[in-house]
Protein backbone atom coordinates (compact mmCIF):
# COMPACT_ATOMS: atom_id res chain seq x y z
CA UNK A 1 0.00 0.00 0.00
CA UNK A 2 1.19 3.52 -0.42
CA UNK A 3 2.71 4.92 2.68
CA UNK A 4 2.75 8.59 3.55
CA UNK A 5 2.40 10.10 -0.25
CA UNK A 6 0.03 13.13 -0.44
CA UNK A 7 -2.16 12.22 -3.09
CA UNK A 8 -2.98 14.78 -6.07
CA UNK A 9 -5.92 13.14 -7.50
CA UNK A 10 -8.58 15.50 -5.87
CA UNK A 11 -6.79 18.11 -7.27
CA UNK A 12 -6.17 17.12 -10.64
CA UNK A 13 -10.39 15.57 -11.08
CA UNK A 14 -11.71 19.72 -10.27
CA UNK A 15 -9.51 21.02 -12.55
CA UNK A 16 -10.19 18.57 -15.32
CA UNK A 17 -14.10 18.12 -14.91
CA UNK A 18 -14.20 22.26 -15.53
CA UNK A 19 -13.16 21.86 -19.08
CA UNK A 20 -16.16 20.94 -21.65
CA UNK A 21 -15.21 17.89 -23.30
CA UNK A 22 -18.50 16.32 -24.56
CA UNK A 23 -18.23 14.21 -27.70
CA UNK A 24 -20.95 14.57 -30.26
CA UNK A 25 -23.20 11.82 -31.76
CA UNK A 26 -23.95 13.63 -34.96
CA UNK A 27 -20.45 14.57 -36.34
CA UNK A 28 -18.38 13.12 -38.92
CA UNK A 29 -14.94 14.14 -37.59
CA UNK A 30 -12.76 12.77 -35.40
CA UNK A 31 -12.45 13.61 -32.76
CA UNK A 32 -15.82 14.32 -32.87
CA UNK A 33 -15.52 17.59 -31.19
CA UNK A 34 -12.15 19.87 -31.00
CA UNK A 35 -12.72 20.81 -27.44
CA UNK A 36 -12.04 17.38 -26.12
CA UNK A 37 -8.40 18.12 -27.07
CA UNK A 38 -8.68 21.15 -24.42
CA UNK A 39 -8.02 18.71 -22.02
CA UNK A 40 -5.64 16.69 -23.74
CA UNK A 41 -3.27 19.55 -24.04
CA UNK A 42 -3.43 20.01 -19.96
CA UNK A 43 -2.96 15.98 -19.17
CA UNK A 44 0.41 16.52 -22.08
CA UNK A 45 1.49 19.71 -20.36
CA UNK A 46 1.27 18.36 -16.68
CA UNK A 47 2.64 14.75 -17.80
CA UNK A 48 6.08 17.23 -19.47
CA UNK A 49 6.09 18.72 -16.32
CA UNK A 50 6.39 15.59 -14.40
CA UNK A 51 9.56 14.66 -16.46
CA UNK A 52 8.21 12.06 -18.81
CA UNK A 53 9.75 12.82 -22.00
CA UNK A 54 7.93 10.36 -24.06
CA UNK A 55 4.12 12.43 -24.30
CA UNK A 56 2.48 13.05 -27.40
CA UNK A 57 -1.07 14.25 -28.35
CA UNK A 58 -2.27 13.30 -31.80
CA UNK A 59 -4.19 15.11 -34.65
CA UNK A 60 -7.28 12.45 -33.69
CA UNK A 61 -7.42 13.51 -29.94
CA UNK A 62 -5.47 10.50 -28.54
CA UNK A 63 -2.85 10.89 -25.99
CA UNK A 64 0.14 8.38 -25.97
CA UNK A 65 2.15 8.22 -22.87
CA UNK A 66 5.38 5.84 -22.11
CA UNK A 67 7.42 6.03 -18.77
CA UNK A 68 10.12 3.65 -19.31
CA UNK A 69 11.12 0.52 -17.74
CA UNK A 70 13.47 1.20 -14.28
CA UNK A 71 13.61 -2.68 -13.26
CA UNK A 72 16.06 -4.72 -14.88
CA UNK A 73 13.79 -7.84 -15.38
CA UNK A 74 11.66 -8.45 -18.81
CA UNK A 75 8.12 -7.03 -17.70
CA UNK A 76 5.15 -7.11 -20.21
CA UNK A 77 4.55 -3.62 -21.07
CA UNK A 78 0.84 -2.49 -19.13
CA UNK A 79 -1.56 0.56 -20.60
CA UNK A 80 -3.68 2.04 -18.44
CA UNK A 81 -6.60 4.18 -20.43
CA UNK A 82 -9.25 6.55 -19.61
CA UNK A 83 -11.44 8.51 -22.29
CA UNK A 84 -11.42 12.38 -21.89
CA UNK A 85 -14.72 13.21 -23.11
CA UNK A 86 -18.40 13.46 -21.53
CA UNK A 87 -21.38 11.72 -22.53
CA UNK A 88 -24.16 14.07 -24.60
CA UNK A 89 -27.03 13.06 -22.41
CA UNK A 90 -26.71 15.93 -20.21
CA UNK A 91 -24.83 19.50 -20.02
CA UNK A 92 -21.01 19.80 -19.78
CA UNK A 93 -20.96 23.48 -20.05
CA UNK A 94 -19.53 25.52 -16.84
CA UNK A 95 -19.33 22.55 -14.86
CA UNK A 96 -18.89 24.05 -11.23
CA UNK A 97 -17.91 21.16 -9.21
CA UNK A 98 -18.55 21.11 -5.19
CA UNK A 99 -16.10 19.04 -2.88
CA UNK A 100 -18.21 18.53 0.57
CA UNK A 101 -15.93 17.90 3.32
CA UNK A 102 -17.00 15.38 5.78
CA UNK A 103 -20.30 14.94 3.75
CA UNK A 104 -22.79 14.58 7.09
CA UNK A 105 -25.18 12.53 5.54
CA UNK A 106 -28.06 14.96 4.81
CA UNK A 107 -29.28 15.38 1.84
CA UNK A 108 -27.68 17.49 -0.98
CA UNK A 109 -29.72 20.26 -2.33
CA UNK A 110 -27.70 21.44 -5.73
CA UNK A 111 -27.31 24.71 -5.35
CA UNK A 112 -28.07 25.92 -8.98
CA UNK A 113 -31.35 23.92 -9.03
CA UNK A 114 -32.80 23.51 -5.54
CA UNK A 115 -34.81 20.36 -7.37
CA UNK A 116 -31.73 18.08 -7.65
CA UNK A 117 -31.57 16.79 -4.79
CA UNK A 118 -28.75 13.71 -4.22
CA UNK A 119 -30.00 11.42 -1.22
CA UNK A 120 -29.04 8.24 0.39
CA UNK A 121 -32.06 7.14 0.36
CA UNK A 122 -31.90 7.64 -3.76
CA UNK A 123 -27.97 6.91 -3.42
CA UNK A 124 -27.81 4.09 -0.73
CA UNK A 125 -24.04 4.09 -1.71
CA UNK A 126 -23.70 7.13 -0.42
CA UNK A 127 -24.30 6.18 2.84
CA UNK A 128 -20.37 4.31 2.59
CA UNK A 129 -19.10 8.32 2.61
CA UNK A 130 -20.54 9.53 5.50
CA UNK A 131 -17.42 11.40 7.20
CA UNK A 132 -15.55 11.58 4.03
CA UNK A 133 -15.16 14.01 1.23
CA UNK A 134 -17.12 13.62 -1.66
CA UNK A 135 -17.74 15.90 -5.22
CA UNK A 136 -20.57 16.76 -6.66
CA UNK A 137 -21.70 19.15 -9.64
CA UNK A 138 -23.84 22.42 -8.89
CA UNK A 139 -27.36 21.41 -10.47
CA UNK A 140 -27.30 22.54 -14.06
CA UNK A 141 -24.61 19.94 -15.74
CA UNK A 142 -23.32 17.01 -15.30
CA UNK A 143 -20.47 16.28 -13.23
CA UNK A 144 -17.65 14.61 -15.65
CA UNK A 145 -16.43 11.46 -13.06
CA UNK A 146 -17.41 9.27 -16.57
CA UNK A 147 -14.42 9.79 -16.98
CA UNK A 148 -11.88 12.23 -15.60
CA UNK A 149 -12.44 10.31 -12.54
CA UNK A 150 -10.06 7.34 -14.41
CA UNK A 151 -7.78 10.20 -16.03
CA UNK A 152 -7.54 11.74 -12.63
CA UNK A 153 -6.83 8.73 -11.48
CA UNK A 154 -3.85 7.32 -13.73
CA UNK A 155 -2.30 10.53 -13.87
CA UNK A 156 -2.09 10.37 -9.89
CA UNK A 157 -0.45 6.82 -10.17
CA UNK A 158 1.75 8.58 -12.86
CA UNK A 159 2.87 11.33 -10.40
CA UNK A 160 3.74 8.57 -7.94
CA UNK A 161 5.94 6.69 -9.92
CA UNK A 162 8.00 9.45 -11.66
CA UNK A 163 8.42 10.81 -7.82
CA UNK A 164 9.38 7.03 -6.59
CA UNK A 165 12.07 6.21 -8.50
CA UNK A 166 13.24 3.58 -6.24
CA UNK A 167 9.81 1.62 -7.01
CA UNK A 168 10.38 -0.80 -9.39
CA UNK A 169 8.17 -1.38 -12.67
CA UNK A 170 8.17 -2.48 -15.95
CA UNK A 171 7.40 -0.16 -18.99
CA UNK A 172 4.08 1.64 -18.28
CA UNK A 173 1.84 2.95 -20.85
CA UNK A 174 -1.16 5.53 -20.96
CA UNK A 175 -3.55 6.27 -23.05
CA UNK A 176 -5.98 8.63 -22.79
CA UNK A 177 -8.86 8.51 -26.04
CA UNK A 178 -11.62 11.07 -26.89
CA UNK A 179 -15.27 9.88 -28.00
CA UNK A 180 -15.62 6.96 -25.84
CA UNK A 181 -19.20 8.07 -24.88
CA UNK A 182 -20.51 7.79 -28.84
CA UNK A 183 -19.15 4.31 -29.37
CA UNK A 184 -15.49 5.93 -31.61
CA UNK A 185 -13.07 5.94 -28.64
CA UNK A 186 -10.70 3.64 -30.56
CA UNK A 187 -11.35 4.44 -34.19
CA UNK A 188 -8.36 5.92 -35.16
CA UNK A 189 -6.04 4.27 -32.34
CA UNK A 190 -2.61 3.53 -33.16
CA UNK A 191 -2.17 0.09 -31.54
CA UNK A 192 1.18 -0.29 -32.97
CA UNK A 193 2.16 3.21 -31.68
CA UNK A 194 0.61 2.25 -28.66
CA UNK A 195 2.52 -0.69 -28.62
CA UNK A 196 1.55 -2.47 -24.84
CA UNK A 197 1.07 -5.98 -24.06
CA UNK A 198 -1.89 -5.34 -22.06
CA UNK A 199 -4.48 -2.95 -20.59
CA UNK A 200 -6.90 -1.86 -17.91
CA UNK A 201 -9.20 0.60 -18.77
CA UNK A 202 -10.26 3.13 -15.72
CA UNK A 203 -14.02 3.58 -16.22
CA UNK A 204 -16.06 1.63 -13.04
CA UNK A 205 -17.88 2.71 -10.63
CA UNK A 206 -18.22 1.48 -6.98
CA UNK A 207 -14.73 0.65 -4.70
CA UNK A 208 -14.34 -2.67 -5.20
CA UNK A 209 -15.51 -3.45 -8.51
CA UNK A 210 -13.77 -4.88 -11.50
CA UNK A 211 -15.28 -6.22 -14.60
CA UNK A 212 -13.76 -8.37 -17.11
CA UNK A 213 -17.14 -9.13 -18.75
CA UNK A 214 -19.30 -6.42 -21.11
CA UNK A 215 -22.58 -6.53 -23.48
CA UNK A 216 -21.58 -7.54 -26.69
CA UNK A 217 -23.40 -4.75 -29.37
CA UNK A 218 -24.50 -4.53 -32.63
CA UNK A 219 -26.42 -1.49 -34.18
CA UNK A 220 -29.58 -1.96 -36.40
CA UNK A 221 -30.28 0.80 -38.63
CA UNK A 222 -34.25 0.35 -40.64
CA UNK A 223 -35.19 2.39 -43.26
CA UNK A 224 -38.66 2.82 -44.64
CA UNK A 225 -39.30 3.93 -47.90
CA UNK A 226 -42.83 4.98 -48.17
CA UNK A 227 -44.73 7.03 -51.56
CA UNK A 228 -44.97 10.16 -51.26
CA UNK A 229 -47.87 12.39 -53.27
CA UNK A 230 -49.40 16.00 -52.47
CA UNK A 231 -51.39 15.59 -49.28
CA UNK A 232 -54.36 17.25 -51.20
CA UNK A 233 -54.07 14.07 -53.85
CA UNK A 234 -53.06 11.57 -51.70
CA UNK A 235 -55.93 8.89 -51.36
CA UNK A 236 -54.93 5.43 -52.12
CA UNK A 237 -51.53 6.85 -53.26
CA UNK A 238 -49.83 7.94 -50.40
CA UNK A 239 -47.89 5.77 -47.97
CA UNK A 240 -46.17 7.56 -45.20
CA UNK A 241 -42.84 6.23 -44.17
CA UNK A 242 -42.74 8.15 -40.77
CA UNK A 243 -46.15 6.45 -39.56
CA UNK A 244 -44.69 2.57 -40.67
CA UNK A 245 -41.42 3.59 -38.24
CA UNK A 246 -43.72 4.78 -35.66
CA UNK A 247 -45.63 1.16 -36.29
CA UNK A 248 -42.39 -0.49 -35.73
CA UNK A 249 -41.40 1.11 -32.53
CA UNK A 250 -44.95 0.56 -31.02
CA UNK A 251 -44.98 -3.44 -32.14
CA UNK A 252 -41.99 -3.63 -29.53
CA UNK A 253 -43.18 -6.37 -26.46
CA UNK A 254 -44.17 -3.83 -23.57
CA UNK A 255 -42.73 -5.64 -20.64
CA UNK A 256 -39.58 -7.06 -22.00
CA UNK A 257 -37.00 -6.86 -24.27
CA UNK A 258 -36.24 -3.16 -23.68
CA UNK A 259 -33.63 -1.39 -21.15
CA UNK A 260 -36.34 -0.05 -18.81
CA UNK A 261 -37.70 -3.98 -18.33
CA UNK A 262 -34.39 -5.88 -18.08
CA UNK A 263 -31.53 -6.39 -15.75
CA UNK A 264 -28.77 -8.49 -14.95
CA UNK A 265 -27.59 -10.80 -17.84
CA UNK A 266 -30.51 -9.99 -19.57
CA UNK A 267 -30.67 -8.57 -23.31
CA UNK A 268 -32.51 -6.14 -24.86
CA UNK A 269 -33.33 -3.93 -27.99
CA UNK A 270 -33.48 -0.04 -27.62
CA UNK A 271 -34.92 2.29 -30.47
CA UNK A 272 -32.66 5.32 -30.00
CA UNK A 273 -33.08 7.34 -32.97
CA UNK A 274 -35.87 8.49 -35.22
CA UNK A 275 -35.52 10.80 -38.18
CA UNK A 276 -37.01 11.33 -41.68
CA UNK A 277 -39.91 12.48 -44.00
CA UNK A 278 -43.45 10.83 -44.63
CA UNK A 279 -41.35 9.82 -47.92
CA UNK A 280 -38.37 8.22 -45.78
CA UNK A 281 -37.90 7.81 -42.41
CA UNK A 282 -35.61 5.48 -40.46
CA UNK A 283 -35.19 4.15 -36.69
CA UNK A 284 -32.26 3.50 -35.41
CA UNK A 285 -32.19 0.16 -32.60
CA UNK A 286 -28.78 -0.70 -29.96
CA UNK A 287 -28.85 -4.27 -29.63
CA UNK A 288 -27.19 -5.68 -26.88
CA UNK A 289 -26.49 -9.21 -24.69
CA UNK A 290 -23.47 -10.85 -23.05
CA UNK A 291 -23.71 -14.12 -25.24
CA UNK A 292 -22.56 -12.75 -28.76
CA UNK A 293 -24.76 -15.52 -30.39
CA UNK A 294 -27.90 -14.16 -29.03
CA UNK A 295 -27.68 -10.82 -31.07
CA UNK A 296 -28.71 -12.50 -33.87
CA UNK A 297 -31.38 -14.01 -32.39
CA UNK A 298 -32.55 -10.36 -31.68
CA UNK A 299 -32.15 -9.04 -34.81
CA UNK A 300 -34.13 -11.74 -36.18
CA UNK A 301 -37.07 -11.02 -33.94
CA UNK A 302 -36.42 -7.50 -34.76
CA UNK A 303 -36.44 -8.08 -38.85
CA UNK A 304 -39.95 -10.46 -38.16
CA UNK A 305 -41.84 -7.64 -36.63
CA UNK A 306 -40.47 -4.91 -39.44
CA UNK A 307 -41.98 -7.55 -41.81
CA UNK A 308 -45.33 -8.21 -39.99
CA UNK A 309 -46.00 -4.31 -40.09
CA UNK A 310 -44.81 -3.92 -43.37
CA UNK A 311 -47.60 -6.35 -44.58
CA UNK A 312 -50.31 -3.82 -44.03
CA UNK A 313 -48.48 -1.44 -46.60
CA UNK A 314 -47.42 -3.53 -49.64
CA UNK A 315 -46.21 -0.78 -51.39
CA UNK A 316 -43.41 0.09 -48.68
CA UNK A 317 -40.00 -1.32 -48.60
CA UNK A 318 -37.41 -1.37 -46.18
CA UNK A 319 -33.61 -1.49 -45.74
CA UNK A 320 -32.61 -3.47 -42.49
CA UNK A 321 -28.89 -2.70 -41.97
CA UNK A 322 -27.08 -4.54 -39.12
CA UNK A 323 -23.15 -2.70 -37.98
CA UNK A 324 -21.24 -4.32 -35.44
CA UNK A 325 -20.27 -2.03 -32.67
CA UNK A 326 -18.20 -4.44 -29.79
CA UNK A 327 -17.69 -7.92 -28.82
CA UNK A 328 -17.87 -9.11 -25.08
CA UNK A 329 -14.10 -8.33 -23.53
CA UNK A 330 -14.35 -11.66 -21.60
CA UNK A 331 -14.04 -13.83 -24.67
CA UNK A 332 -10.21 -12.52 -24.78
CA UNK A 333 -9.70 -12.22 -21.38
CA UNK A 334 -10.60 -15.95 -20.89
CA UNK A 335 -7.92 -16.52 -22.98
CA UNK A 336 -5.66 -14.73 -20.30
CA UNK A 337 -6.58 -15.38 -17.19
CA UNK A 338 -3.43 -13.85 -15.40
CA UNK A 339 -4.44 -9.87 -16.63
CA UNK A 340 -7.44 -10.73 -14.28
CA UNK A 341 -5.60 -12.72 -11.65
CA UNK A 342 -2.77 -9.89 -10.92
CA UNK A 343 -5.74 -6.90 -10.64
CA UNK A 344 -7.64 -9.30 -8.27
CA UNK A 345 -4.02 -9.72 -6.47
CA UNK A 346 -3.80 -5.91 -6.03
CA UNK A 347 -7.38 -5.49 -4.79
CA UNK A 348 -6.52 -7.95 -2.14
CA UNK A 349 -3.21 -6.10 -1.35
CA UNK A 350 -4.89 -2.79 -0.45
CA UNK A 351 -7.40 -4.38 1.43
CA UNK A 352 -10.32 -4.73 -0.75
CA UNK A 353 -12.53 -7.26 -1.78
CA UNK A 354 -13.42 -7.93 -5.22
CA UNK A 355 -16.36 -7.53 -6.27
CA UNK A 356 -16.96 -8.54 -9.79
CA UNK A 357 -19.75 -7.90 -11.98
CA UNK A 358 -20.49 -7.73 -15.56
CA UNK A 359 -20.95 -4.20 -17.22
CA UNK A 360 -24.71 -3.21 -18.75
CA UNK A 361 -22.44 -1.30 -21.33
CA UNK A 362 -19.18 -1.10 -23.02
CA UNK A 363 -15.69 0.52 -22.50
CA UNK A 364 -13.03 0.86 -25.06
CA UNK A 365 -11.59 -2.12 -22.63
CA UNK A 366 -13.96 -3.72 -25.43
CA UNK A 367 -12.55 -2.94 -28.37
CA UNK A 368 -8.99 -2.88 -27.10
CA UNK A 369 -8.85 -6.52 -26.27
CA UNK A 370 -10.53 -7.30 -29.82
CA UNK A 371 -7.37 -5.35 -30.81
CA UNK A 372 -4.86 -7.63 -29.75
CA UNK A 373 -4.70 -5.64 -26.23
CA UNK A 374 -6.50 -7.96 -23.63
CA UNK A 375 -8.31 -5.29 -21.28
CA UNK A 376 -10.45 -5.71 -17.85
CA UNK A 377 -11.98 -2.25 -16.12
CA UNK A 378 -11.10 -1.16 -12.48
CA UNK A 379 -13.23 1.08 -10.12
CA UNK A 380 -12.88 4.98 -10.42
CA UNK A 381 -15.89 5.38 -7.91
CA UNK A 382 -18.29 7.79 -10.15
CA UNK A 383 -21.79 7.30 -9.70
CA UNK A 384 -25.24 8.29 -10.93
CA UNK A 385 -23.22 9.17 -14.45
CA UNK A 386 -24.51 10.88 -17.39
CA UNK A 387 -26.76 13.01 -14.75
CA UNK A 388 -27.22 15.99 -12.78
CA UNK A 389 -26.73 14.07 -9.69
CA UNK A 390 -23.58 12.53 -10.80
CA UNK A 391 -20.68 12.05 -7.84
CA UNK A 392 -18.15 10.65 -6.49
CA UNK A 393 -16.22 9.88 -3.01
CA UNK A 394 -12.88 11.09 -3.01
CA UNK A 395 -11.48 7.96 -1.07
CA UNK A 396 -13.01 5.90 -3.89
CA UNK A 397 -10.71 7.86 -6.08
CA UNK A 398 -7.48 7.39 -3.48
CA UNK A 399 -8.07 3.85 -3.53
CA UNK A 400 -7.96 3.42 -7.02
CA UNK A 401 -4.45 5.06 -7.24
CA UNK A 402 -3.58 2.72 -4.74
CA UNK A 403 -4.74 -0.29 -6.73
CA UNK A 404 -2.96 0.66 -9.70
CA UNK A 405 0.46 2.00 -8.04
CA UNK A 406 0.25 -2.04 -6.36
CA UNK A 407 -0.82 -3.55 -10.02
CA UNK A 408 2.40 -2.59 -11.45
CA UNK A 409 4.43 -4.43 -8.77
CA UNK A 410 2.19 -7.35 -8.76
CA UNK A 411 3.13 -7.36 -12.50
CA UNK A 412 7.37 -6.63 -11.64
CA UNK A 413 6.98 -9.03 -9.05
CA UNK A 414 5.45 -12.09 -11.41
CA UNK A 415 7.40 -11.17 -14.22
Same mark, same amino acid.
Given at each position: ???? &? ?6 ? +? =? %? &? ?9 ? #? ?8 ? %?????? $???? =? ?37 ? *? ?37 ? &? =?????? %? ?14 ? @? ?13 ? *? ?5 ? /? ?51 ? *? ?7 ? /???? /? ?23 ? *? ?27 ? +???? @? ?5 ? @? ?7 ? =????? !? ?6 ? !??? &???? @? ?20 ? $???? !? ?21 ? +? ?6 ? #? ?10 ? !? ?16
Amino acid at each position: MIQN &YQHTVTKR +F =L %K &YVTIDTQSDPQ #SNSQPSTQKQ %KDLSRI $LVEE =LIEMGIKNVELDEFGYVYVTIPSNSKKNIPTICFCSHVD *TAPDCSGTHVQPILHKEYDGNDIVLPHDNSQIISTSKYP &Y =LKNHIG %KDIITASGSTLLGADD @KAGVAIIMDMAHYLI *THPEFEH /GCIKILFTPDEEIGMGTAKLDIAKLSADYAYTLDGGELGTFEDETFSADAVTI *TVNGVIAHP /GAAK /GVMVNALKIVSEIVAALPKDSWSPE *TTNKREGFVHPVRIEGLAEKASVEFIIRD +FETS @KLKEHEN @KLEQITKTV =LQHHP !KATIDFVV !KEQ &YRNM @KEILDQHPHVVDHAIEAYKRVG $LTVI !KEPIRGGTDGSKLSFMGLPCPNI +FTGMQAIH #SKHEWIGVSDME !KSVEVLVELVKVWEEKS
